[in-house]
């Protein structure tokens, strides 16, 4: 069980283009999922919290008009990154709670994205 | 302060030794606490949770938790080279609605 989808698990985009990412639970609801960003050799950021059916709590310093994020089930979340530029390369990682079993957080396998 | 410090290693064990990893954190009214292994170029993964005081064991793995003294630790009994990764220590602080504050890591490498 807890189980998390993330797709694509890497996409490569031209600068100035727009990317979606998926994240979804597979076996649970779940109430509240979270984004992360992850540089090489570097620790996980938290990017936003996602709460379904209301907007997503950003984390300072990210911008919420580059990073849309929008949590319309409890089983999807979704991270588009808009006009992306080759300084929004990073790994991004989604995890997903159900707070109706405990606090654990299970994360997604990750996405690697690209802008060249 | 930062929320949660762990030794930042590298840790380095031969096979079949006990790895010990270890995290302090700086909110009292933590409550939840959790161990996750990463794979270079992997997402992380939940290895073992703890809430209450005193030792969890799953495995060869045991969590260690010490609230009064804000310390939690995991023991890698056995090690194996398949451990050589990343540990992560990470507390739910007690108004934060689930977010996960995470350490910097411990990169464990165990040799053959």
């Known amino acids: 069980g807890a189980v998390v989808s993330q797709h694509p698990s890497w996409v490569i985009c031209k600068s100035g283009t727009s990317v979606k990412i998926e994240c979804r639970s597979l076996d649970f609801q779940a109430t509240t999922m979270f984004w992360y960003r992850q540089f090489p050799k570097q620790s996980l950021m938290l990017m936003a919290t996602?709460?379904?059916?209301?907007?997503?709590?950003?984390e300072q310093g990210v911008e919420k008009d580059k990073f849309l994020i929008n949590h319309a089930s409890l089983t999807l979340s979704t991270l588009t990154v808009t006009s992306a530029h080759p300084e929004d390369s990073s790994f991004y990682i989604c995890?997903?709670?159900?707070?109706?079993?405990?606090?654990?957080?299970?994360f997604g396998p990750g996405t690697r994205l690209t802008v060249t | 302060q930062k929320e949660v410090e762990q030794n930042s290693g590298p840790l380095s064990v031969p096979e079949g030794a006990i790895a010990s990893l270890n995290c302090t954190y700086s909110d009292r009214v933590s409550q939840s606490f959790f161990w996750y292994r990463q794979y270079s170029g992997k997402s992380p993964e939940l290895i073992m949770s703890?809430?209450?005081?005193g030792d969890k064991e799953d495995g060869r793995f045991t969590a260690q938790l010490n609230k009064a003294s804000q310390y939690v630790s995991l023991l890698i009994r056995d090690s194996q080279p398949s451990d050589s990764a990343t540990y992560l220590c990470a507390v739910i602080k007690g108004s934060t609605l689930g977010r996960l504050y995470f350490g910097r890591g411990t990169q464990l490498t165990v040799w053959p």
């Open positions: 995890s997903a709670v159900d707070r109706a079993l405990s606090y654990e957080q299970y």
């Open positions: 703890i809430y209450s005081n």
């Open positions: 996602s709460n379904e059916g209301s907007k997503a709590t950003y």
